[in-house]
């Protein structure tokens, strides 16, 4: 048995959520600019929203810890999930 199959609906559950954030943002960049906003302005809104909504969880998660062993795991994932050895 694939030792990753039971993995395979969290992982397809965080594309879904994030791609429908991605989505979301990119329909609002595009009225904008079908609207006539500056397109550099659309592009640094929409970087940020994207970074903004992508870290509210995690951020959040971390915020919301328990006790400091909890937020020791947090910080710990947090910087698996986010380092640049991948």
Known sequence: MDQGAPRVPVI???RTRADALRRRELDR???QLARG???EAV???LSQAL???FLHDPMSTL???GDE???ARVQALLAR???SDH
């Open 81 to 83: 999930f986010y380092s």
């Open 37 to 39: 906003d500056a397109p």
């Open 43 to 45: 592009i640094e809104q």
């Open 51 to 53: 970074t903004n909504k």
């Open 63 to 65: 915020r919301d810890a």
């Open 12 to 14: 397809q559950d965080l």
């Open 69 to 71: 062993a909890e937020a």
């Open 29 to 31: 960049a595009l009225k």
